[in-house]
């Protein structure tokens, strides 16, 4: 998944450029100023810099400056409240991607983000798969995919649906194309048009330049419609008469853009009952289901347990990576995974802070639906917050030596979710380490 790194001194601006970001489907990291921002680059790899210009200490134009001697290829995005037309200038000369004044809007931003994050490498190496019924499926993915015809993947969610449509685009002849991908569930209406079709200036309050969208970034390429059955019935339309003519208009234009672009899409729910329920275009699900792939549960292809747990190992290890052993593989094998490749990736990041030599064992997989009956229910937390995720998240802050930021990331969490779930534990009576 694409990670940005967010560097603005004002902590209530940059929690809201966080929450923005990760409603959108990124993955973010934060830091207060220049200084923390290279800090946090060297353990954490981004595709993207969002950073203010104006901070305290090393501010964003020295930042720049620092990061195109050290990581040359990493783009940033430069925001302040002060848009003057020679710091636009002096920014694109060090080699700033682009220039956002602030106060800008949510889609401005999404859409910036979308357009100049680096592709997510890990996420192009493709699907972890040994077992039988997953490679009969690649097979087929890889026949289809030499072809233009619209696919739809069909799964249940955390199965990794968005892997195999990667695995879709890298070999078919758009290859060599963008692979731009949108989560039609995570971004709110008034947004996702906007982000799909792209803006003229003065579309909207805050879109001070002109934006293309999903469908103009994915030219020549693919463009992924992730769970594509939550998008509102309105949006439906203008989406089918888009696919249809080949072509779109941003809002606020007046001109057609012509396209050439594969169309996949995702969904988690029967297509058929969406349509008869009246929740999906019936017109819209034959445009879009001409080839249908369905990507099974985890639990329905056990052969890539195992495989898939020593891949996110070795994804989330930044050292050595450790060994799993008879016991825990066993123990993976025989969970029925409720929350399929999302759920086994929480419970590896799990054992990984658990572990405390090179090898894994069963006692450091923390399995939440096998352990719930084990634990006592801590009192007061009305059902919100189990006792498992209370003790892990005590564990991992006691293995973080008490530090929010570094146990909101080891959990995969904001910050933000993280100071509400301390909150609701201190109301329950539990002493939380300083």
């Given at each position: 998944m694409t ?19 990760e409603l959108?489907?990124?993955e ?5 100023n ?13 595709q993207?810099?969002?950073?203010d ?25 430069l ?15 060090l ?11 949510p ?5 910036m ?6 592709a ?12 039988p ?5 690649l ?13 739809m993947?069909?799964g ?9 449509a ?11 194309g ?24 003065g ?15 994915a030219?020549?390429?693919?463009l ?17 008469r ?11 234009g ?17 297509l ?6 009246g929740?999906f ?5 034959y ?10 549960s ?7 347990i195992v ?13 050595v990576?450790?060994?799993?052993s ?14 399929n ?10 054992a990984l802070?658990?572990c ?28 919100e ?13 006691e293995?973080?030596n008490?530090?929010r ?9 904001s910050?933000?979710?993280l ?7 201190r ?7 300083a």
């Amino acid at each position: 998944m694409t990670r940005v790194l967010i560097v603005e001194d004002d902590a209530a601006l940059r929690e809201a450029l966080v929450d923005t970001l990760e409603l959108a489907g990124f993955e973010v990291s934060v830091a207060g100023n220049g200084e923390e921002a290279l800090l946090a680059l060297k353990e954490t790899q981004v595709q993207l810099v969002v950073s203010d210009v104006q901070m305290a200490g090393m501010d964003g134009m020295a930042l720049l400056r620092s990061l195109r001697k050290g990581y040359p290829e990493l783009p940033v995005l430069l925001m302040t409240a002060h848009a003057k037309v020679n710091d636009a200038v002096e920014a694109m000369k060090l080699g700033a991607i682009d220039y956002m004044a602030k106060p800008f809007a949510p889609e401005v931003l999404i859409n910036m983000v979308s357009r100049y994050a680096l592709a997510d490498v890990e996420a192009d190496k493709g699907p972890v798969v040994a077992d039988p019924r997953s490679q009969s499926l690649l097979k087929l993915a890889a026949k289809v995919a030499r072809t233009d015809a619209t696919v739809m993947v069909l799964g249940p969610s955390g199965s990794g649906k968005e892997v195999l449509a990667r695995y879709v685009h890298q070999h078919s002849n758009r290859a060599q194309g963008p692979f731009v991908a949108i989560n039609c569930a995570a971004i709110p209406d008034n947004m996702l048009e906007a982000t799909l079709f792209g803006y003229e200036k003065g579309a909207f309050t805050g879109a001070i330049q002109a934006c293309p969208g999903k469908f103009e970034q994915a030219n020549g390429g693919t463009l992924l419609l992730d769970e594509i059955t939550e998008m509102d019935l309105g949006l439906q339309a203008k989406l089918l008469r888009v696919l249809q003519e080949r072509e779109v208009e941003r809002l606020g234009g007046r001109k057609t853009i012509k396209l050439d672009v594969r169309v996949l899409a995702t969904s988690n729910r029967d297509l058929k009952e969406a349509v008869a329920e009246g929740l999906f275009r019936e017109d819209l699900y034959y445009r879009l289901n001409v080839f249908p792939l369905s990507w099974p549960s985890l639990k329905d292809r056990p052969g890539d347990i195992v495989p898939l747990a020593r891949h996110l190992l070795a994804r989330h290890c930044q050292g050595v990576v450790p060994e799993l052993s008879e016991d825990a593989a066993l123990r993976l094998e025989r969970h029925s995974w409720p929350g399929n490749v999302r759920e086994l990736d929480n419970v590896m990041q799990r054992a990984l802070i658990l572990c405390e030599d090179e090898c894994i064992f069963a006692e450091n997989l923390l399995i939440e639906a096998e352990e719930a009956e084990m634990l006592p229910a801590a009192e007061g937390l009305n059902g919100e917050l189990k006792a498992q995720e209370a003790q892990i998240i005590l564990d991992t802050l006691e293995a973080c030596n008490g530090s929010r930021q570094a146990v909101a990331e080891k959990l995969g969490i904001s910050p933000r979710t993280l100071r509400y779930k301390l909150a609701r534990l201190r109301d329950a009576g539990v002493s939380i380490p300083a």
